[in-house]
Structures are given as C-alpha cells and as structure tokens.
Nanobody, 115 residues
Framework: QVRLVESGGGLVQPGGSLRLSCAAS????????MGWYRQAPGKERELVAR???????DYADSVRGRFTISRDNAKNTVFLQMNSLKPEDTAVYYC?????????WGQGTQVTVSS
C-alpha cells in the first residue's frame, strides 16, 4: 500500500501563493507518474499537474503559468507551487500516483482562496 501525505493547504487571499507538499512512502522514481488533482464542491475531480518518471510535465490549461510541479527525489516528495491564486482554485487538492494502472491517493488538503 502506497501512502501519500499532503500538507500546505490553507486559506489565502486572491493573488496569493501556497506551496503544497506530498510525501510518499515509496520511491517516487519507481512510479509511472506523480501528480496533483483537485475537486471543488459539486464538481468532478480534475487533473491539476503531473510529472512522469522521466520528468515530463502536464498542466491543466486553467493553471498553466501560475502553478509549478516539482519533486525532491531524495525525499520522495512532490510539490505544487501555486501563485496568483484565484477564487476558482478553491478545492480539495489530492496527491496521486500511478503504477501500471493502479492509482493511489492521498487524503487531500483544503485550499481556499477568498478575501
């Protein structure tokens, strides 16, 4: 069982920044991908950003240019730097990993963007 522990969520004003962290219980370079999804109330869970084993990165169009995904391989940790936050970024953010079609999820961390 893969354990993913997120941290770094909270309340921030529009235009502000937050940095999410996801600590994995496994070697993240052994995974096909590591990433972040989010789910807002009444909406489906959606991909925010992901990074593959080889370092290829995808972003949702809505966050490209504002969010940056990165990783610390030595610490088996993935980060999501979120800048220029908007109220529509409010959601529960989940860390995700995939290996051979098997998906594992963290417990989620709440991000609220409000004045």
């Amino acid at each position: 069982q893969v354990r993913l522990v997120e941290s770094g969520g909270g309340l921030v004003q529009p235009g502000g920044s937050l940095r999410l962290s996801c600590a994995a219980s496994v070697n993240i370079l052994s995974r096909d991908s590591m990433g972040w999804y989010r789910q807002a109330p009444g909406k489906e869970r959606e991909l925010v950003a992901r990074i593959t084993r080889l370092g290829y990165i995808d972003y949702a169009d809505s966050v490209r240019g504002r969010f940056t995904i990165s990783r610390d391989n030595a610490k088996n940790t993935v980060f999501l730097q979120m800048n220029s936050l908007k109220p529509e970024d409010t959601a529960v953010y989940y860390c995700h990993t995939n290996l051979g079609g098997r998906n594992d999820w963290g417990q989620g961390t709440q991000v609220t963007v409000s004045s």
